[in-house]
């Protein structure tokens, strides 16, 4: 009998080309996501060596990062750098063949919220993007990474990538979340427990019962931030729920293929008494909504609770930084979590710009108004969530309560676009990173979950969500 094998394994195992001595080992890659910003150097050393895409139909493009998201954007890009990366990757899309969703297409949106959407993202795959939050794809029990530039030229020319096997990391998150605290919450609480190296050169599985509970746009948010607690890709194995999403969706497979399909993914599990070189466990129970109040995605705490004072760390080089990020971010220790003011407030990005993300937000703002000292704006994270966010009617709920409804994209999740912070605003973001200067030079990130987005956004601070009404 073959020793017991993780989910990861078994995916490793099925895409395994060759393996040499020193363990460098060559995968086939069976979905490539393409976007403007990390792909123009790669066609063009397709384009100066001459070779040609070898899957395009494998391979998906789509504009996210640098794209408008005004109601005017079919003018143009007024910065140049970005309007020739979009104009280069509508050229080269042509030109080799691969299918290509410009920003007037509504299918566009942010390339991970685009690939589950079209079905082009299902269970067992490997699949890369130029791009880090490709993690995001691991919601359905595909191995999905970001790559670099080099790396998506070999991947266009050879539908292959060279790798080194990770080790195998379990998050198990058991339990039942109490209400109003999300997958949002789950993930920035175990970024918190492992830190932003936490997960270092592991591939992360997250299970348990609380992860089971959650619904596939959940689990996309967790395996979303993956990368932000430092581990190559996050893993959920796929469930009825998993098949359900993708049921119907323009590129899954349909009856007898899918039938066929079903079977090999329920095969997806990690064995009985698999390996897991390391282990994590949360109790889901006992987790309260949760604010980043640093410059890195394990600066969080419970929005019940007080800045931190930096002088409690023991480690030198720890202690300096955070307060560093204190510094950076106007705050000082003490300080309660509800008595931050906020200058803006921005919903969306990867992370969580799904529609489930937009009925949460509509359930919290919904008769309300965005206070006169926030500037608050929501960005769907594709033409088809934006379509079907108006077809429910939660356009309207968020311009009656003063936000501004927008175009999709990434937008304000990082400062590629005209969608910034000035230096010095405060910002609660459902985005994924914190970093200094991420959502415009120095801006000041807080990351948060939806509904504590909506909640702070009316009432112009922070406010645990579970007090409501
Ligand atoms: C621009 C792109 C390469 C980058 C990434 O790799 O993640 C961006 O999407 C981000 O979120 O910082
Ligand atoms: S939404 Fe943000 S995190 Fe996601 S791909 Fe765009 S820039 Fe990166």
Redesign the pocket.
Known sequence: MSAPRTLYDKIWDDHLVDEQPDGTCLLYIDRHLVHE??SPQAFEGLRMTGRKVRAPEKTLAVVD?NVPTSPDRHLGIKNEESRIQVEALATNAAEFGVEYYSASDKRQGIVHIVGPEQGFTLPGMTIVC????TSTHGAFGALAH?IGTSEVEHVLATQTLIQKKAKNMLVRVDGVLPPHVTAKDIILAIIGEIGTAGGTGHVIEFAGEAIRALSMEGRMTVCNMTIEGGARAGLIAPDEKTFEYIKGKPRAPKGEALEQAIAYWKTLQTDEGAHYDRVVVLDAASLPPIVSWGSSPEDVISVQGIVPNPDDIQDETKRTSKWRALDYMGLKPGTKMTDITLDRVFIGSCTNGRIEDLREVAKVVEGKTVASTVDAMIVPGSGLVKEQAEAEGLDKIFKAAGFDWREPG?SM??A?NDDRLKPGERCASTS??NFEGRQGFKGRTHLVSPAMAAAAAIAGHFVDIREWN
């Open positions: 910003v990390t990062h130029g791009d880090s939050h970001g990434c999740c990082l590629m994924n990173r």
